[in-house]
C-alpha cells in the first residue's frame, strides 16, 4: 500500500516524442507536486496542485503540462521531449499548501531521452 | 543561485559515533527545515523538520538544530549505524510552502 506511487519507474524515448508520467497518493492529501532532480542531483520544484488547482508553476518550458484529475492524482505529459529533459522526476504530496506541511515523495520516474 | 547549501558532498563515520550533516541558508524567509533521506533508486524519505520558532527537535536517534542568526541548521545522529547510509538532503519552505533543496551530503557509515 504505497502512499505516493508514480508510473513508469523507468522511461526511455526518443526525442521529439510526447510521453506521460503519473502520481497517484493514497494519503487524502489535498496538494501535490512535481519535483525535477538533474544530472547535478538537485531537487527542484515544478508545478503544486491543490485540490486540482494549480498553485505553483515555476520556470517550466511549456512543452511541460500537468493534469490534475482529482486530488489523488498529478500526471505530467511532457510534449516534443529533448535531451535535457533526462532527469529524474519526483512527485510529492502534502496535506495543505500551508506552511510547515511536510512533503511526501514517490519513488521518482527516471527518464532518458535519446 | 543556491539559497540553501550543504557545503560537504561526502561524509565518513564509524558505526556507534555521531554524524554531524550540516546545511546552510540564504532566504530569511525560510520558516520550515527538513531533513530527508534518499536511498539509490528510491524517492526521499522524510526524516524529521524543525520550526523557525524552535531551536532544537529530537527524534530517537536524530536531532535537527537550527541557528537562526547564523541561518545554519545541522543533523545530528548517533549513535549512526550501517542503515543510515544514504544521501541525506536539507530543505526549506516559505510562503506556499515550496520546498528548495540543498544538493545533498552522502553519509557512510562504516561497520
Known amino acids: 500500500d504505497t502512499a505516493v506511487s508514480q508510473t513508469p519507474k523507468y522511461l526511455v524515448t526518443q526525442m521529439g516524442n510526447d510521453k506521460s508520467i503519473k502520481c497517484e497518493q493514497n494519503?487524502?492529501?489535498?496538494?501535490m507536486y512535481w519535483y525535477k532532480q538533474d544530472s547535478k542531483k538537485f531537487l527542484k520544484i515544478m508545478f503544486s496542485?491543490?485540490?486540482?488547482?494549480?498553485?505553483i508553476n515555476e520556470t517550466v518550458p511549456n512543452r511541460f503540462s500537468p493534469k490534475s484529475p482529482d486530488k489523488a492524482h498529478l500526471n505530467l505529459h511532457i510534449n516534443s521531449l529533448e535531451l535535457g529533459d533526462s532527469a529524474v522526476y519526483f512527485c510529492a504530496s502534502s496535506q495543505q499548501t500551508g506552511q510547515e506541511e511536510t512533503q511526501y515523495f514517490g519513488p521518482g520516474t527516471r527518464l532518458l531521452v535519446l | 543561485d543556491q539559497q540553501v547549501k550543504q557545503n560537504s558532498p561526502s561524509l565518513s563515520v564509524q558505526e556507534g559515533r555521531i554524524s554531524i550533516l550540516n546545511c546552510d541558508y540564504t532566504n530569511s524567509m525560510f520558516d520550515y527545515f527538513l531533513w530527508y533521506k534518499k536511498y539509490p533508486a528510491e524517492g526521499p524519505t522524510f526524516l524529521i523538520s524543525?520550526?523557525?520558532?524552535?531551536d532544537k527537535n529530537e527524534d530517537g536517534r536524530f536531532t535537527v538544530f537550527l541557528n537562526k542568526s547564523a541561518k545554519h541548521l545541522s543533523l545530528h545522529i548517533v549513535p549512526s549505524q550501517p542503515g543510515d547510509s544514504a544521501v541525506y538532503f536539507c530543505?526549506?519552505?516559505?510562503?506556499?510552502?515550496?520546498?528548495?533543496f540543498g544538493a545533498g551530503t552522502i553519509l557512510r557509515v562504516k561497520s
Open positions: 494519503l487524502g492529501h489535498d496538494t
Open positions: 530543505a526549506a519552505s516559505g510562503y506556499g510552502n515550496k520546498l528548495v
Open positions: 524543525i520550526s523557525s520558532i524552535k
Open positions: 496542485y491543490n485540490n486540482k488547482e494549480l498553485i
